[in-house]
């Protein structure tokens, strides 16, 4: 993935501006369809809204009480494609749900709701279907929740996955089919001709000029910054969400769980061998360029929490967090639990789209919406080309036996099983790149901090060939150390000067570097 924002100075069937989960979708829908395409973000790849969600791909058992079947449907649907596509992306993930004397939802209201759960999924296999667990069953399941008053409760499957890296693999896909594709490259002012949208004014952050990007057709995938605009906030209602980074707890499972103080659903998710507790929902009328964890929203949470652990956990234990804004249209729903988080596309008179709302898990769906709306209105015929396609890094072999000879290799190499997995996930067939590193410097194959499953190889294998312009980039985004891990600025420093001969950093630009990643 080669950064070349000279490229973008030509003529585009689409430019797309907005580097999250849904211009990254869109770029590589069109790029599948033979658009000429380019993609601009004026920061990193995924670097707000869609590096900071419950890393989950689901249909969202919680919408069933809104009565929003076509969305958990729609969502459901993309969760079964996607473990097809993309098995190393995206992987299952069962959820508990306890029932307690004084839940708001017992036992029978669960079982239809996780009935009707599985039929709009149309009924899946056995590792995803919901099981009802008496009391003491349960209980093996989740050893560290407050048994007084637990009657039982259900699990259910659904999916996880890094959603960063989901984003940064369809930005490479859309690259590997012709897609120019730049990070830190600013909109200064859509362009038009006529009165139509004819491209964009565009500033590379990095040598500071500026470029006037030709395209046919534009869309606006800027999420939170639709706001910038007195229209963009007659469509969007903006919602913040924060999630802490929790010690692991004694369970490959996760649960979905009901805060007593207000009735809303949060969630405890095992992800990198920690735990992500999460989220609020709150609407966010602040500044959009630096939505951050206030400490309200940690005392909620943990509050929240709390009432259901046996060991209960405070300020002290949270190890990270991280805060996003979630867009949704526009409505009059009292709280923003309440709104729909269905998505819409939106036109201008002068012919721009906007992306407004929608989900990480169903953002596939939309942007063929996106793709087939340009299509139309350029003449060219193509359908949607990332339906039945499998993802760029996903193995050839069938996904099982890759893993279990790929695990066999690792093993060879000194990497152990925890980590092994964990690169199978994060690059899919690129793996073999890592394992080249361990075997020219066997050293490599060493974690870079005890408890997570990150090895140097990985680190340096994306500074490498991952779009890394900042130590940011590599250690939140590309791996998400800063969340995960308490790192101090000398270790900090260790890291950085690590990538420094790839990057091409020098004794200033490290120190510059790891200021803005320290504590």
């Not at 409505?331 to 008179?349: I, V």
């Not at 721009?352 to 939309?366: H, N, P, Q, V």
Request: contains cysteine; glycine residues 8%.
């Amino acid at each position: 993935m080669k950064r070349d924002f000279a490229a973008l100075q030509d003529e585009f069937d689409l430019l797309v501006c907005g580097g999250g989960i849904y211009g990254a979708w869109t770029a590589y829908d069109a790029a599948l369809r033979g658009l000429k395409v380019a993609l601009v973000e004026q920061g990193d790849w995924a670097s707000a809204t869609s590096s900071a969600s419950s890393k989950l791909i689901h249909g969202g058992l919680r919408y069933l009480e809104t009565y929003d079947f076509k969305l958990v449907r729609k969502a459901l649907k993309e969760r079964r494609l996607l473990l097809q596509i993309a098995p190393h992306r995206v992987w299952s993930l069962r959820f508990g749900v306890p029932v307690y004397a004084d839940s708001r939802n017992g036992t029978l209201l669960l079982k239809a709701g996780l009935t009707l759960y599985d039929a709009l999924a149309g009924f899946p296999g056995e590792p995803m279907r919901h099981h009802h667990h008496r009391q003491p069953e349960f209980s093996g399941h989740f050893p560290f929740l407050n048994e007084v008053g637990l009657r039982g409760g259900f699990t259910y499957g659904d999916a996880q996955t890094d959603d960063a890296r989901l984003v940064l693999e369809l930005v490479a896909g859309a690259m590997a089919q012709g897609a120019v594709c730049v990070n830190y490259a600013r909109l200064v002012a859509w362009n038009e001709t006529r009165g139509q949208v004819c491209g964009a004014t565009v500033h590379d952050a990095v040598s500071g000029i500026t470029a006037q990007v030709r395209a046919r057709q534009c869309v606006s995938t800027a999420g939170q910054w639709t706001t910038g605009t007195e229209q963009g906030r007659s469509w969007c209602r903006l919602s913040k969400g924060i999630h802490l980074v929790m010690p692991a707890l004694k369970t490959s499972e996760a649960i979905l769980l009901t805060a007593k103080a207000d009735g809303r659903v949060f969630f405890i998710i095992p992800w990198y061998g920690r735990t992500l507790l999460g989220t609020t929902d709150t609407d966010y009328r602040g500044d959009i360029d630096s939505v951050v964890v206030e400490a309200e929203d940690v005392a909620y949470l943990l509050a929240a929490a709390n009432r259901y652990l046996k060991a209960g956990w405070t300020r002290h234990d949270v190890i990270g967090s991280y805060a996003g804004v979630r867009v949704m249209k526009q409505s009059d729903a009292a709280h923003p639990s309440d709104a729909s988080r269905d998505w819409e596309l939106k036109t201008t008179g002068n012919g721009l789209l906007y992306a407004i709302g929608g989900k990480l898990t169903s953002a596939r769906e939309d942007a063929a919406v996106i793709v087939d709306t340009v299509c139309a209105r350029s003449g060219v015929a193509t359908g949607c080309a990332t339906g039945g396609r499998e993802f760029p890094w996903k193995p050839p072999l069938n996904f099982d036996l890759w893993s279990a000879q790929t695990g066999a290799q690792a093993q060879r190499l000194g990497i152990d099983a925890e980590c092994a997995k964990w690169l199978q996930r994060r690059h899919g067939v690129r793996i073999e790149q890592v394992f080249q590193l361990v075997e020219e410097t066997p050293q490599l194959a060493a974690r870079i901090v005890p408890a997570l499953p990150f090895i140097h190889a990985d680190l340096l294998r994306c500074a490498r060939d991952e779009m890394v312009l900042h130590l940011a980039d590599l250690l939140r985004r590309r791996m998400p150390l800063l969340i995960l891990a308490q790192l101090d600025t000398a270790e900090v420093r260790h890291l950085a000067e690590l990538v420094a001969p790839v990057l091409g950093w020098d004794e200033d630009r490290i120190a510059q570097e790891v200021e803005a990643c320290s504590p």
